[in-house]
């Protein structure tokens, strides 16, 4: 335990320095506006974590630190929770093949942060406002309560003769953490699904106790199904906050959500990503990021084979089993997943495969000698040291310059009113600018893709007057580009397009695109 505390808060203190002083990419900017206003993120809404992150960033801000360093410290946080769980959840499943105590078994129980920590999705995760290090945490402490409920003969009440009244409080306990899952990401239910089998299968496997009457009493399905139920409850209240945002939107929000239980449907089931299943088309710099986490992933891949092929028969095998079917899941959804920037789905099959690896690290031990293992692992990480710090600096170097080239742009907007267009998910930081800075806040600031959508259309036509497609339908790249002549022509508004004024500033398109 104490291990696993320092080594978290060793991950939070390097998040919080490796962390941008400003806005990071992707969804960053579109996060930090909801963690800062409490208002609603893009599908499927993470009302856990924006109520959680809001009060957390709000409290940041009250002592003085600015929004954006706030809500990456919220992210910190989330990779050091999940740093503890996979140390934790990593001595566990090796056992009693780990040496008892000393030098050795911390070393050898580490093994499982380097897949993780050496990979610059994870450093993105960790540094800046994403949703990625929470459910990397969650999925951990997941795998790990699961364990404790079900597989660790350690635990009271786990194994044969536990009463009645203990397997339905595990079940509600269970129960939870799955709505925890769903309320944060739908993602979850690949892990959820085969470790809710596993538990279930292990609780029932319980030898019954007895009864009031003397007679064995085992729960019945419907039991089982009811405390789960109950558990998972409480958690899913959540989404009544989006439903409330949804009516009561705050100043800047995911602009598709609408009122109304269609509305809140949509939004849970993520609707609007419907078109993006099936396929994989990842950018040229998220198929790098790809291409570099695959010699991690085929050593987890064969750590894994190798615990389920030497290990005996049992709670460890089986849990294994449980965990490897959740990874295949999820490495299917990557690949399904047509989206520019698939590879932040990987981070869970990155630290869950990890946790098999003290375990095969003990299977080396045991035939190369403790001395050995040891010191391997001690080579290992003191290898990968100089070059994870270089990177996790080089990145924060680079998103600090793209929020400079992106501020100096928004200088050269020509004019204090009018309309600045830009098609890209960034836009979201002008707006931050706007709100969190009081930057220019009579601008109008639009992403034309989001327009093409009927809610937001409507909301444009009513708050200033005119169609800004002019009747049309936009079904292009081309089409969207021609936001700012329609506009300057219907609405009589000056209008600009900001990549334009991107290229000015000296950002080019690697820098600023999802």
Do not use: C, K
């Given at each position: 335990m104490a291990t696993a505390v320092a080594l978290s808060l060793i991950a939070l203190a390097w998040a919080l320095v490796a962390a941008p002083r400003g806005y990071g990419e992707g969804d960053a900017s579109e996060l930090t506006?909801?963690?800062?206003?409490?208002?609603?993120?893009?599908?499927?809404?993470?009302?856990?974590?924006?109520?959680?992150?809001?009060?957390?960033?709000?409290?940041?801000?009250?002592?003085?630190?600015?929004?954006?360093?706030?809500?990456?410290?919220?992210?910190?946080?989330?990779?050091?929770?999940?740093?503890?769980?996979?140390?934790?959840?990593?001595?566990?499943?090796?056992?009693?093949?780990?040496?008892?105590?000393?030098?050795?078994?911390?070393?050898?129980?580490?093994?499982?942060?380097?897949?993780?920590?050496?990979?610059?999705?994870?450093?993105?995760?960790?540094?800046?406002?994403?949703?990625?290090?929470?459910?990397?945490?969650?999925?951990?402490?997941?795998?790990?309560?699961?364990?404790?409920?079900?597989?660790?003969?350690?635990?009271?009440?786990?194994?044969?003769?536990?009463?009645?009244?203990?397997?339905?409080?595990?079940?509600?306990?269970?129960?939870?953490?799955?709505?925890?899952?769903?309320?944060?990401?739908?993602?979850?239910?690949?892990?959820?699904?085969?470790?809710?089998?596993?538990?279930?299968?292990?609780?029932?496997?319980?030898?019954?106790?007895?009864?009031?009457?003397?007679?064995?009493?085992?729960?019945?399905?419907?039991?089982?199904?009811?405390?789960?139920?109950?558990?998972?409850?409480?958690?899913?209240?959540?989404?009544?906050?989006?439903?409330?945002?949804?009516?009561?939107?705050?100043?800047?929000?995911?602009?598709?959500?609408?009122?109304?239980?269609?509305?809140?449907?949509?939004?849970?089931?993520?609707?609007?990503?419907?078109?993006?299943?099936?396929?994989?088309?990842?950018?040229?710099?998220?198929?790098?990021?790809?291409?570099?986490?695959?010699?991690?992933?085929?050593?987890?891949?064969?750590?894994?084979?190798?615990?389920?092929?030497?290990?005996?028969?049992?709670?460890?095998?089986?849990?294994?089993?449980?965990?490897?079917?959740?990874?295949?899941?999820?490495?299917?959804?990557?690949?399904?997943y047509r989206v520019p920037d698939p590879s932040s789905h990987l981070v869970p099959i990155l630290a869950l495969g990890a946790i098999v690896l003290p375990d095969l690290a003990a299977r080396i031990r045991a035939r190369a000698g403790g001395a050995v293992a040891a010191l391997a692992a001690a080579a290992l990480l003191l290898a990968l040291l100089p070059a994870w710090i270089g990177a996790d600096l080089a990145a924060k170097a680079h998103a600090e310059e793209t929020d400079r080239l992106v501020r100096d742009a928004w200088r050269r907007v020509p004019f204090e009113r009018g309309l600045v267009v830009w098609n890209n998910d960034l836009y979201a930081r002008l707006r931050a600018y706007q709100i969190l800075e009081g930057s220019r806040p009579a601008l109008l600031v639009e992403h034309p893709g989001v327009l093409t959508w009927p809610g937001p259309r409507r909301r444009f036509q009513e708050a200033h007057g005119f169609d800004p497609w002019n009747g049309a339908t936009p079904t292009s790249d081309a089409m969207l580009a021609q936001l700012p002549d329609l506009a300057a022509r219907a609405g009589g508004l000056p209008a600009i397009d900001f990549d334009v004024l991107l290229r000015e500033a000296g950002a080019g398109d690697e820098g600023t695109s999802r």
């Open positions: 506006l909801a963690l800062a206003l409490g208002g609603a993120p893009h599908p499927t809404g993470y009302p856990l974590y924006t109520l959680a992150g809001h009060a957390a960033t709000a409290w940041l801000h009250s002592l003085g630190v600015a929004w954006p360093v706030a809500a990456n410290a919220w992210s910190a946080l989330g990779s050091a929770v999940a740093i503890f769980f996979l140390h934790r959840l990593g001595a566990a499943m090796a056992g009693e093949r780990l040496p008892s105590r000393g030098t050795e078994r911390r070393l050898l129980a580490t093994i499982p942060l380097v897949p993780l920590l050496t990979q610059p999705i994870w450093s993105a995760a960790a540094t800046t406002a994403e949703v990625t290090s929470w459910q990397a945490a969650w999925s951990l402490g997941a795998a790990w309560t699961a364990w404790r409920l079900a597989g660790d003969s350690t635990s009271h009440g786990a194994g044969a003769g536990a009463p009645l009244r203990s397997l339905q409080a595990r079940l509600f306990l269970w129960g939870g953490v799955i709505g925890l899952g769903l309320a944060h990401h739908a993602t979850s239910a690949l892990l959820a699904t085969p470790l809710t089998i596993w538990v279930i299968a292990r609780l029932r496997g319980a030898s019954p106790s007895a009864g009031p009457s003397g007679a064995p009493s085992r729960p019945g399905g419907g039991s089982f199904a009811l405390s789960l139920a109950a558990g998972m409850a409480l958690p899913l209240l959540s989404w009544g906050w989006i439903a409330y945002r949804a009516s009561h939107p705050a100043a800047f929000q995911w602009p598709l959500l609408e009122p109304g239980l269609g509305g809140l449907i949509a939004h849970l089931t993520g609707r609007a990503y419907g078109g993006y299943l099936g396929g994989f088309h990842p950018s040229p710099a998220d198929a790098r990021l790809l291409a570099s986490s695959i010699p991690w992933l085929a050593l987890l891949l064969i750590a894994l084979a190798v615990t389920l092929a030497a290990s005996p028969r049992g709670p460890r095998r089986t849990f294994a089993t449980a965990v490897g079917a959740a990874l295949l899941a999820q490495g299917a959804f990557v690949l399904a």
